[in-house]
Structure formats: structure tokens, C-alpha cells
């Protein structure tokens, strides 16, 4: 696998998210595991200071990567935000997904998702 490949990263997360799937049988909530990757920066917070206030994105490891998340990142992480409503790691999904995907793109069950969360 490379990881400056976006390919192979699309790949590893589709792999992540259907193995969290399977496993959640055994170990309790583990689909929780990408949401946590995906939330939480790779910078120390005196870096993101500054920078966060522009870019919510600054320190995402999938947004350094300029990579998609395919559908199922995406589901993934909107039925745990389901679950677990925070208001920023909304706003960064949603920003990630306006940023990494053509809008004729977006399948209408992740929009959806989107607008049931938001209402909540």
C-alpha cells in the first residue's frame, strides 16, 4: 500500500469501516475508531490555534492526503455523529465533503443522512 496514493487510501478506509462492521459483534462500538481518526488532528493544539479558525480541517490525516472517503467513510462516520452529535465534527465532515467531492457526486443517502443530522 502507498500511502501517498489516494487509491490505496480509499481502499484502506473502505477496509476500516467494513472490518469495524464485522468486528462490532465482538468488540462494542468499534465503527468509533475511524470517527476518532477522522476527528481528531494530527497537530498539537498551539498549531492549530491560529490555523483552525480558517481551515477546520488543518491536521486532518485524510484532508493532508487530499483523499475521498468513498460512501462508506462517509456513512460510517455520519451514523456514529448520529449516535454522538458534536457540532464541529459535523461542521468537518460536511466541509471534508464539500471539499473532496464533486456535488453530482454525492450519493442522496449520505445527503440525507446530512439533513436528519442537522435537524437534530
Not at 468488540?27 to 493544539?45: D, G, Q, V
Not at 455523529?81 to 442522496?108: S, W
Request: with cysteine; charged share 25%; net charge positive.
Amino acid at each position: 500500500m502507498n500511502c501517498d496514493n489516494p487509491k490505496d487510501i480509499q481502499l484502506l478506509i473502505i477496509s476500516m469501516v467494513n472490518s469495524s462492521y464485522e468486528l462490532n459483534n465482538l468488540i462494542p462500538n468499534i465503527e468509533l475508531l475511524f470517527y476518532k481518526i477522522f476527528c481528531s488532528p494530527i497537530t498539537t493544539k498551539e498549531q492549530r490555534k491560529d490555523k483552525e479558525s480558517e481551515n477546520i480541517l488543518f491536521g486532518n490525516i485524510f484532508a493532508d492526503k487530499d483523499v475521498s472517503l468513498t460512501f462508506f467513510g462517509y456513512k460510517s462516520l455520519l451514523e456514529t455523529l448520529m449516535l454522538y452529535p458534536k457540532k464541529k465534527h459535523f461542521k468537518k465532515v460536511v466541509n471534508y465533503l464539500m471539499k473532496y467531492e464533486h456535488r453530482d457526486q454525492i450519493d442522496p443517502k449520505i445527503l440525507k443522512m446530512i439533513i436528519k443530522i442537522g435537524v437534530i
